[in-house]
């Protein structure tokens, strides 16, 4: 068993996907840095200072002003007092939420990351798993060795899983050594609030509490992590049931962006959170984000993406056990 | 062989990040399900100060401070900025806390706000405008202009005025507070008279809380707008457009840039 996945693995790694996958992280990460540059930059030039009690506290103002203009929807407008509610707090507290270095660089990545970005990476790895044993024409050499069929896909499934763990490690290295080259490479320890939660459109600070930034990072990426396995699991299963690598790689990733844009959308629309997609975005409840969709919390959406999860796995391997193969 | 060595070394990779995960992931969420009790909250007042050599513009107020009206968003406030930064070789910095809509209430509940206090601590120069709100809400509108509730709210206006500026002076004994005038956005309307005296009456009222002050300056503005009002003023016949704007900040930097001088050489 060990070896098969062993094999599953360099295939994966062999196909040159991983190679492709971090070069777009590497044309990509540089452009964010640097967007991020900007944007630090720009409010420091516009404000004449580099206190960031005054950035802070003219952020502030500038939403209070944003909140008295008619033309800005009911929904935003929650946002908008929620994020000065946490800004007020920040500021109260004595805590700059945007001290640069590359960890809270990677901090932010991650959290933009995880809803659409990852994801998509991981379609793109996942998306011909088992479709290109049949486009290939290997799959009969694949199950005439004396194992069991089950055994095959598990190998395959297991691979898979240590494919998008490295994925997101390349991702945290990538990250934390360019980034560092403009912001530094200091700030692992900084104080990161986490804990803020909502209800009812009140936000909770009652179980705010303070983690070193490494520690956030850590739970961040783990959180990504799940959110990327639940997305690798159900390509797995659509890469089961379609034989096509472009079939396969479009549904999952029209799949992928409408969960995204849906959200955003119809923000009302409450039945919406059932969808895996939708759930993707976990770091929002460790950075205490504002949650657009009602009555969604971390256990709803663990619950959701491992149910989804669960069943692709068994469809996946009810049907490949069964399917004749005759390609 | 060599190879060999580089895919093992890749495996292994993989399954320590696997567990790293995991790890990261059972972290989060029991930290998320279960948030630890102990708020250690000891926040460290390490107080820097702001990195300016020649001073801190503060704004303080309503919409005019902010800059309602100017099509590019600038205000009065924005061109003094920008005009204290050029003559200072960009050694000024200027914090804006204008909230447009905000009456002397507001202002005074905004002031009692520790961060906005030490806003006003560092500041070398502050400037307000407050009362358009209080002047044009209390009186009913310019429809019909209750003269009674005008004067009720004009003795608010007042008291808030005074506690407003004591609360700066206590704070800050040395800034140099500019409180602009008011004027009547209504002087080319039939009630013109009427709008008019109430102006006047308050700008008596600003005029005698600000005496008291010895720093406190006021700049006017009731002539500005007085014989041509449609041309200085937006589109919603109340706030300055960008013209009126021009005006309000020469004037406002007259004075200024006369303390510039006089402070660089101390």
């Known amino acids: 068993m060990v070896s098969l996945v062993y094999n599953e693995f360099f295939k994966i790694i062999r196909k040159k996907r991983m190679l492709v996958v971090t070069l777009i992280l590497l044309i990509l990460i540089p452009i964010f840095t640097y967007a991020q540059y900007q944007a630090v930059d720009s409010a420091m030039k516009q404000l004449g200072t580099s206190d960031w009690r005054a950035i802070l506290q003219q952020q502030i103002i500038d939403q209070q002003n944003r909140l008295s203009s008619s033309r800005i929807a009911p929904e935003w407008k929650e946002y908008i007092r929620l994020n000065i509610k946490q800004q007020q707090y920040y500021l109260d507290h004595d805590i700059n939420p945007t001290t640069p270095g590359s960890p809270t660089f990677m901090r932010k990545f991650i959290e933009q990351a995880t809803e659409l970005f990852i994801p998509l990476l991981v379609v793109v790895l996942a998306a011909d798993l088992v479709s290109s044993e049949h486009a290939g024409g290997t799959i009969k050499l694949l199950l005439t060795r004396p194992v069991p069929r089950w055994k095959i896909l598990l190998s395959k499934y297991l691979s898979l899983l240590l494919s998008i763990s490295l994925l997101l490690l390349i991702t945290a290295i990538l990250s934390y050594l360019i980034s560092g080259i403009i912001f530094g490479y200091r700030g692992w320890d900084m104080p990161v609030l986490t804990g803020f939660q909502m209800e009812n459109e009140h936000l909770l600070t009652e179980n705010v509490h303070m983690v070193p930034q490494w520690k956030y990072i850590l739970m961040a990426y783990g959180l990504a992590w799940f959110s990327a396995i639940a997305v690798g699991t159900i390509t797995f299963m659509v890469s089961v049931l379609v034989r096509g690598t472009a079939a396969s790689m479009g549904a999952m990733l029209a799949a992928v962006v409408a969960g995204t844009l849906l959200s955003q959308v119809a923000p009302n629309w409450h039945e919406l959170k059932y969808i895996a997609f939708i759930n993707l975005n976990l770091t929002d409840y460790l950075a205490g984000n504002p949650i657009l969709v009602e009555g969604m919390n971390l256990p709803f959406s663990l619950t959701v993406l491992a149910v989804w999860s669960l069943v692709s796995l068994i469809i996946a391997f009810v049907s490949f056990t069964r399917r004749d193969i005759l390609a | ?266």
């Open chain 2, 1 to 266: 062989m060599k190879r060999k060595t580089t895919r093992t070394f890749f495996h292994l990779l993989a399954i320590t990040s696997f567990m790293l995960f995991l790890v990261g992931f059972i972290l989060a969420v029991w930290d998320l399900m279960y948030p630890p009790k102990t708020v250690a909250f000891q926040s460290k007042k390490t107080e820097q100060p702001i990195s300016s050599e020649e001073g801190l513009l503060l704004g303080l107020g309503d919409s005019q401070t902010r800059g309602i009206g100017d099509s590019k968003g600038l205000g009065y406030f924005g061109m003094v900025r920008n005009q204290l930064s050029k003559v200072t070789h960009g050694k000024s910095s200027a914090v804006n806390l204008a909230i447009s809509g905000q009456t002397s209430n507001d202002l005074l509940k905004q002031m009692k706000q520790d961060k906005v206090l030490l806003m006003v601590q560092k500041a070398k120069w502050i400037s307000i405008t407050i009362g358009g709100n209080d002047l044009f809400r209390g009186s009913g509108g310019l429809e019909k202009i209750n003269l009674e509730a005008a004067e009720k709210s004009r003795q608010q206006y007042e008291k808030n005025l005074k506690e407003i500026l004591t609360l700066i002076y206590k704070q800050n004994p040395k800034a140099l507070v500019f409180i602009f005038g008011l004027y009547n956005p209504f002087g080319d309307l039939d009630l013109k008279e009427t709008s008019s005296s109430l102006v006047s009456q308050w700008n008596e009222t600003i005029q005698k809380v600000t005496s008291k002050f010895d720093n406190a300056i006021i700049i006017p503005t009731f002539d500005l707008f007085q014989l041509n009002p449609s041309k200085y003023l937006y589109t919603d016949h109340f706030h300055p457009n960008e013209i009126g704007y021009e005006r309000m900040a020469t004037r406002l930097l007259q004075v200024l840039l006369d303390q510039v001088a006089e402070g660089g050489g101390k």
